[in-house]
């Protein structure tokens, strides 16, 4: 699916957002004189990095609206939601993509589908969003999983980025050769999100409705798809560190940042890591390969906006997503917190050396929403059980066809599922 494109906003913008302003435009904003009533939109947000820039494009835009921001983690989201559905929704909820799904079957958010807008997120973004045909959130930054590797170790060895797992396989035989360990890994803690990820991506690469069919008993995790997404999972393992079991992330960053491995399969919240160790490290990012030969980078989608279907202010809302889809404006938001955007068009400009691979990705339109996958085969009852099961096989605690047949046992978690399921 190939990504939109939208021109740059450039250095004129302010210029022409004032000259708006001044001939009374929407988008420009109200200011003395306009007759606008001054009105305050409620906002629940999970993290507080970017407030400050939102308050300050509204102010300048909008100088009637005055945002009333109301900050939470994201893991107290529920409790909020379920005291709001009481007593009254904030007018717009700042979470995860996910929550189109889990609060969508309750009529809590608006339909987006038809605004202008939406048409400038990126395509592949709209299906996690998408509830009985309607587009409930406007997502809008992303975390990118895939394979990290070492520029240097690449160049070195005349490594080309690999494009199937035979390719993988073919790496690896030279880096041992030359005494260089091919993976970096960190299988002491919990192995769920690469479980899910190296498996997940290999089952939507043949179908992506898998996990639905797979409640339906039409897939089988005894299938050559999910046997493999295992199978790699061990394979890293097997040409890692001899005491994979006992590091954790941050000696796995750092073993990675400094030559210890040539490659590490892991989620983009290791950039800042990478970075703070070594703000000189090179590193690229590539996709997993999977069963198909799509190598589709994985994103989760992290900053999504929504809503509420009863607020009094929804054109005054619709004013100001239109206006956070401004690449500059986008820009400056995920700069601040340090992800990728889902605007199209824009430019983020912090310290991120995969960025340019991430671009060609999401230019070619290769990406794959991760809730595609979550929601059908969810972390919870699903992954995390599966993961504990591959990590008895890996100790020799149970065998592969065992932990297979466990997995095939939890098809009733499975599926597409309104919340009331």
Same mark, same amino acid.
């Given at each position: 699916?190939?990504?939109?494109?939208?021109?740059?906003?450039?250095?004129?913008?302010?210029?022409?957002?004032?000259?708006?302003?001044?001939?009374?435009?929407?988008?420009?904003?109200?200011?003395?004189?306009?007759?606008?009533?001054?009105? @305050?939109?409620?906002?629940?947000? @999970?993290?507080?990095?970017?407030?400050?820039?939102?308050?300050?494009?509204?102010?300048?835009?909008?100088?009637?609206?005055?945002?009333?921001?109301?900050?939470?983690?994201?893991?107290?989201?529920?409790?909020?939601?379920?005291?709001? $559905?009481?007593?009254?929704?904030?007018?717009?909820?700042?979470?995860?993509?996910?929550?189109?799904?889990?609060?969508?079957?309750?009529?809590? !958010?608006?339909?987006?589908?038809?605004?202008?807008?939406? =048409?400038?997120?990126?395509?592949?973004?709209?299906?996690?969003?998408?509830?009985?045909?309607?587009?409930?959130?406007?997502?809008?930054?992303?975390?990118?999983?895939?394979?990290?590797?070492?520029?240097?170790? #690449?160049?070195?060895?005349?490594? =080309?980025?690999?494009?199937?797992?035979?390719?993988?396989?073919?790496?690896?035989?030279?880096?041992?050769?030359?005494?260089?360990?091919?993976?970096?890994?960190?299988?002491?803690?919990?192995?769920?999100?690469?479980?899910?990820?190296?498996?997940?991506?290999?089952?939507?690469?043949?179908?992506?409705?898998?996990?639905?069919?797979?409640?339906?008993?039409?897939?089988?995790?005894?299938?050559?798809?999910?046997?493999?997404?295992?199978?790699?999972?061990?394979?890293? $393992?097997? &040409?890692?560190? =001899?005491?994979?079991?006992?590091?954790?992330?941050?000696?796995?960053?750092?073993? #990675?940042?400094?030559?210890?491995?040539? $490659?590490? $399969?892991?989620?983009? !919240?290791?950039?800042?890591?990478?970075?703070?160790?070594?703000?000189?490290?090179?590193?690229?990012?590539?996709?997993?390969?999977?069963?198909?030969?799509?190598?589709?980078?994985?994103?989760?989608?992290?900053? @999504?906006?929504?809503?509420?279907?009863?607020?009094?202010?929804?054109?005054?809302?619709?004013?100001?997503?239109?206006?956070?889809?401004?690449?500059?404006?986008?820009?400056?938001?995920?700069?601040?917190?340090?992800?990728?955007?889902?605007?199209?068009?824009?430019?983020?400009?912090?310290?991120?050396?995969?960025?340019?691979?991430?671009?060609?990705?999401?230019?070619?339109?290769?990406?794959?929403?991760?809730?595609?996958?979550?929601?059908?085969?969810?972390?919870?009852?699903?992954?995390?059980?599966?993961?504990?099961?591959?990590?008895?096989?890996? &100790?020799?605690?149970?065998?592969?066809?065992?932990?297979?047949?466990?997995?095939?046992?939890?098809?009733?978690?499975?599926?597409?599922?309104?919340?009331?399921?």
């Amino acid at each position: 699916m190939k990504a939109k494109k939208l021109l740059a906003v450039c250095l004129t913008g302010s210029m022409i957002a004032a000259c708006a302003a001044g001939c009374g435009s929407s988008s420009g904003g109200g200011g003395e004189g306009s007759g606008k009533e001054n009105i @305050t939109i409620r906002v629940l947000a @999970t993290g507080t990095d970017y407030s400050d820039i939102i308050d300050e494009a509204v102010s300048e835009n909008f100088p009637e609206i005055t945002l009333e921001w109301e900050t939470i983690s994201w893991n107290d989201l529920q409790g909020k939601m379920q005291q709001y $559905m009481q007593s009254g929704m904030p007018d717009i909820v700042i979470g995860k993509s996910q929550d189109a799904n889990n609060y969508g079957s309750y009529g809590v !958010w608006e339909d987006l589908t038809d605004k202008p807008y939406m =048409e400038k997120v990126n395509e592949a973004a709209l299906p996690g969003v998408t509830v009985d045909d309607k587009v409930l959130g406007m997502s809008y930054t992303a975390l990118y999983g895939g394979i990290f590797y070492n520029k240097e170790i #690449f160049d070195e060895y005349d490594l =080309e980025i690999p494009q199937s797992w035979d390719d993988i396989e073919e790496i690896v035989n030279i880096l041992e050769s030359n005494g260089v360990t091919p993976f970096a890994t960190h299988y002491m803690e919990n192995i769920l999100y690469t479980t899910a990820i190296v498996t997940g991506n290999n089952l939507m690469a043949v179908s992506e409705n898998w996990g639905q069919e797979f409640k339906d008993g039409e897939r089988s995790a005894t299938d050559t798809e999910f046997r493999e997404g295992y199978e790699r999972v061990k394979y890293m $393992m097997d &040409h890692s560190w =001899e005491d994979t079991y006992s590091v954790d992330q941050t000696t796995c960053d750092a073993r #990675f940042v400094q030559g210890e491995a040539a $490659m590490q $399969m892991d989620g983009s !919240w290791c950039i800042n890591n990478y970075i703070s160790l070594d703000e000189d490290f090179e590193f690229g990012v590539f996709a997993v390969p999977d069963s198909q030969g799509q190598n589709k980078l994985i994103f989760e989608p992290d900053l @999504t906006f929504f809503k509420s279907a009863d607020s009094e202010y929804s054109e005054e809302i619709d004013d100001i997503f239109e206006l956070l889809t401004d690449p500059e404006i986008a820009g400056q938001v995920c700069d601040a917190i340090a992800e990728g955007s889902l605007i199209d068009g824009t430019q983020v400009t912090f310290n991120n050396p995969c960025q340019p691979d991430i671009d060609e990705y999401v230019n070619n339109g290769q990406i794959i929403d991760q809730n595609i996958i979550t929601n059908q085969l969810p972390a919870s009852g699903f992954w995390d059980e599966c993961s504990s099961d591959l990590s008895e096989w890996l &100790h020799g605690n149970m065998t592969l066809d065992e932990a297979l047949d466990a997995a095939d046992g939890r098809r009733d978690v499975c599926g597409f599922k309104t919340i009331e399921e």
